[in-house]
């Protein structure tokens, strides 16, 4: 049998998915609990993973929207924004409070009400994982973003508390996890057709320097201001 396709799989950017979605998917794990609370024990179970099924598969759908949409002038530009803002957002944290989910008393309610809060919620994981997807051969992208989004559900429902607890033990992991949506912001904002379309697609150099850059960016600006918010506490 031949294995050969194995070494042909770019397993940076399924490692590069699978951690966006478990760094960025923290708050969803939060709200399928808080969204199954209320079901009774033997349905919980159900409306955690048909919950998570469904908000899965929605997402999907917005990253197949998200990584055509990414080929429109400036908006690799405003992603690339919009992920070193998330980047840096990781690091300083945020005091939202408790989230404000409602119990939901039925079996599908509590879908819904998983599959809603996760629509709402996906707006930086689908232009993270669509732009880590972009370092990967354009007819087999969607295939990596499927398959590293299915990796990561897992990871996600059964394995949430674990990572808390490697965060909390190891925060270098967030750091990393920032670090990196600031090496995809950088490589998507020199990227753009924008650019590329009047001075031809950005050199090798060229991109990983930007990658860097905002990789740089994000962890030493972050690392700043999550100090300055201990201090003024």
Known sequence: MDFSWIAQINWAAIGQIILIDVLLGGDNAVVIALACRNLPLHQRTKGIIWGTAGAIVLRVILIAFAVTMLKIPFLKVIGGLLLLWIGIKLLVGEDDGDHNVAGAAS????????????FVMSLDNVIAIAGAAES????HQFAYIVFGLLVSIPIIVWGSTLVLKLIDRFPL???????????IAGGMIVTDVAWTQYVGPASATLKYAAAAAG?????????????RKVTAQ
């Open 215 to 227: 990789a740089i960016f994000v962890a030493g600006l972050g690392i700043y201001l999550g100090k």
């Open 136 to 139: 990967t051969p354009g007819d």
């Open 107 to 118: 079996l599908w309610g509590a879908v819904k009400t998983i599959i809603i809060a996760d």
């Open 173 to 183: 992991i967030v750091t990393a996890g920032a670090a990196l949506l600031g090496w």
